[in-house]
C-alpha cells in the first residue's frame, strides 16, 4: 500500500485505529485485543485509574509500545474536565487529553457548552485537545477554530453498537475540517469501522465493540481490517452510484 | 502473640478465608500449622459478599473460570457441613439459587444473549417474565423488565466462615500469628517486629500484598466498595443480581435480616477511602431494583482489595524462590476468593501432602505468565 502516515498532534501513526479499555472481562483479554488490533493509541479513563499501581492497565499498554492518551470520561462540567486533564497531565506526563464532557448518565451524549468551554482553557494551558462531540458540523468547525488537534464525532451514544447514525453529518465535519477527524462511539461491528473511514475520516476509536464481544482477539482483528479497508476504498475513489446496470465488460469501447 | 514452641510443618502467610481454610485442611491431615497475619479475616473476606455464584457471574472469555467455580462449588456442601462440624458454627449458607433481573429493554437483552451462552456451556439457566420474577421476590419494583433464574448458584456469610475456622483451627492446636510478615527467609518467614517464624514450608495466601513476599508474583489490588444494609428481614429470599442501565448490583440476604449491596470495582491500587460517587451508584442501582430498601439502616461502608490477576484465575501451587524456603501461592482469587476456597485449599493440601492436585486447578499455575 502506498505510504499513508496518520498524523494526530504532530505525531505520526501507521495504525488508523484507536482503542479504548473499558468493558475488557480481564487484563489479559484486553491485551490480547490491542496487539490484535495493531493500535498504536489507546485511550484511559484517569478517573477510574491509580498511576502508580503495579500490573495495572498502564503496564499492559507500556509493554507493548502503545501510547496513552488520558480521557476525562465521568466528567459533567468544564471544571472537572480541566481538573482532570490537568492531574493526567501530571501523573502521565503527557498533554494529550481526549476531552469528554458528558451531559447526562443515561444517553452519555456530550455536553457542547462545557465541551467547548472545557477545550479553550485547555488548549490555553498548552494541552493538545481531542474532544468527544456530537455529529455537529458547526461545533465542530468552532473548535477546530479554538485550536483543538482534531475532532472526534460520535457514530451514535458511547457503548450503543448503533453505527453512524447519520452519515451525512459526518461527511459535512469531515469536508469543512483542516484537523484530523476522528469517529469516536457508536461502532457495533466492523463494517460500522470500515464506513467511518469510507466517508473520510481520518482514525476511528472504539472500546466497546471489541472488549464486549464474544471474542474481543477476533473482532479486534475484524477492526483492524476494516479500518484498513475503509481507508484504501477513501483513497482509492468509490465509482458514482447509478440507477441502472453497465456492463463491466462492454460489446463496445 | 503465642510463642511457637515448636516449628510448624507449615506456615501460611495470610489469614484471609483462603488462608485460614488452606490451614485448616492442612492441619486436619495431621501436619502442624501456624497462621501469619497481623488481622486475620479483616481483609477482601471481610468485606465480601460471599456469592458462592460462578452461573450468574460467567461471562465472555471466562470459561476457565466458570468450570474451577463449578469444581468448587461441588465442594462447598462437604466442606461446609465438615467446617460446621470442626466449629459448631452456622455459616448461614444457603442454596436458593441466584435471581439476576434486567431493569430495562437493553438490559434484557444482554440477559438474553449471556443466557444462550451459558446454555451453550451446558449450564441451567430459567428465563421469567418480570412478574415471574415479582412472584418470587415481591420485593422487586414493578418496573423490572424480566430476568433469569440460575438455581445452582448458592451463598454463605464469609465472616462466618471466617470465625468457624478459627475455632477449628484453636481446636486443632494450630497457632495464629497476629503479625505482619515482611520477608521470606531461607528457612521460614521474618515478621514485622523482628521476629522470625521457622518452618520448612510456606504458603503465601496474602490476597494483594502477596508481591510484598513474592515479587514477580502477577497480582494487583482491585478496590471494592460494599454496603451492609440492616431491616426486620424478610426483604428477599435469595441473591439477587441486577442490572441496571448496563451497571451491575448485586443484593445479598443474611439470614439476621442484613443485605449485603455491592460493590464497585475500581483500579484505583490500595485507595482506602469510601467515596460519595460509590455509595451513591450502589444505591441508586439498588434502589431501581428494590425500592423499599432505602427505609433500612446503612450500617456499614466496608472497601475491600480484590487480589487480581492477568487472566482472573488464581494462582495456586509451587511458586519458585531460589535460596528461599519451599513456597506455594495461594492467591489472586479476584471476585471469586469465598467460592474458590474449598477446591484452593484441597489443592495446596494436596501439594503439601503429595496427594494427586484436582485436575482442574492446573489452569491455576503461578508460572503461567511469560516475564
Known sequence: MIDDVFVLGGEKFSSRLIMGTGGAPSLEVLDQALEASGTELTTVAMRRLDPTTRGSVLDVLRARGIKVLPNTAGCYTAGEAVLTARLAREALETDWVKLEVIADERTLLPDPIETFDAAERLVADGFTVLPYIGDDPALARRLEQAGCAAVMPLGAPIGSGLGIRNPHNIELIVEAAGVPVILDAGIGTASDAALAMELGCDAVLLASAVTRAQRPDLMAAAMRSAVTAGRQARLAGRIPRRRYAEASSPAVS | ?371
Open chain 2, 1 to 371: 502473640m503465642p510463642e511457637l514452641m515448636t516449628t510448624p510443618d507449615v506456615i501460611v502467610v495470610g489469614g484471609g478465608i483462603v488462608g485460614l481454610s488452606v490451614a485448616w485442611r492442612t492441619a486436619r491431615r495431621g501436619l502442624s500449622v501456624a497462621v501469619v497475619d497481623p488481622d486475620p479475616g479483616g481483609g477482601a473476606t471481610h468485606a465480601s459478599a460471599g456469592m458462592l455464584a460462578p452461573v450468574s457471574e460467567v461471562t465472555y472469555t471466562e470459561e476457565p473460570v466458570l468450570r474451577l467455580g463449578l469444581a468448587s462449588l461441588a465442594l462447598w456442601p462437604s466442606f461446609r457441613d465438615e467446617l460446621e462440624g470442626d466449629s459448631g458454627v452456622d455459616l448461614d449458607y444457603r442454596t436458593d439459587g441466584t435471581l439476576k433481573i434486567a431493569y430495562d429493554a437493553d438490559d434484557m437483552a444482554y440477559l438474553d444473549e449471556l443466557a444462550a451462552f451459558e446454555r451453550t456451556l451446558g449450564l441451567r439457566v430459567e428465563r421469567l417474565t418480570g412478574r415471574e420474577c415479582r412472584r418470587l421476590e415481591p420485593m422487586l419494583a414493578p418496573s423490572i423488565r424480566g430476568g433469569m433464574l440460575a438455581e445452582d448458584d448458592a451463598w454463605v456469610n464469609p465472616r462466618l466462615v471466617t470465625r468457624a475456622l478459627r475455632t477449628a483451627l484453636d481446636r486443632a492446636g494450630a497457632a495464629v500469628v497476629a503479625d505482619r510478615a515482611v520477608a521470606l527467609t531461607a528457612r521460614g518467614v521474618r515478621l514485622a517486629s523482628d521476629g522470625v517464624v521457622a518452618a520448612p514450608r510456606v504458603v503465601v495466601a496474602a490476597g494483594p500484598w502477596s508481591p510484598e513476599l513474592l515479587p514477580g508474583l502477577p497480582v494487583r489490588p482491585v478496590k471494592g466498595q460494599i454496603l451492609r444494609l440492616r431491616g426486620p428481614g424478610g426483604f428477599l429470599t435469595r441473591c439477587v443480581r441486577g442490572l441496571v442501565h448496563g451497571s451491575p448490583a448485586y443484593l445479598v440476604p443474611r439470614g439476621d435480616g442484613e443485605i449485603t449491596l455491592g460493590a464497585t470495582m475500581e483500579e484505583l491500587g490500595f485507595d482506602g477511602r469510601v467515596t460519595a460517587g460509590g455509595v451513591y451508584e450502589l444505591l441508586r442501582d439498588a434502589h431501581e431494583l428494590v425500592p423499599g430498601l432505602t427505609e433500612m439502616e446503612l450500617a456499614e461502608t466496608t472497601v475491600g482489595f480484590r487480589p487480581g490477576t492477568p487472566d482472573n484465575l488464581p494462582l495456586i501451587g509451587p511458586f519458585d524462590v531460589p535460596g528461599e524456603a519451599d513456597v506455594l501461592a495461594a492467591t489472586g482469587h479476584h471476585r471469586n476468593g469465598v467460592l474458590l476456597t474449598p477446591i484452593t485449599a484441597e489443592a495446596v493440601a494436596a501439594f503439601l501432602t503429595g496427594e494427586a492436585v484436582p485436575e482442574v486447578v492446573k489452569s491455576c499455575d503461578p508460572g503461567r505468565f511469560p516475564e
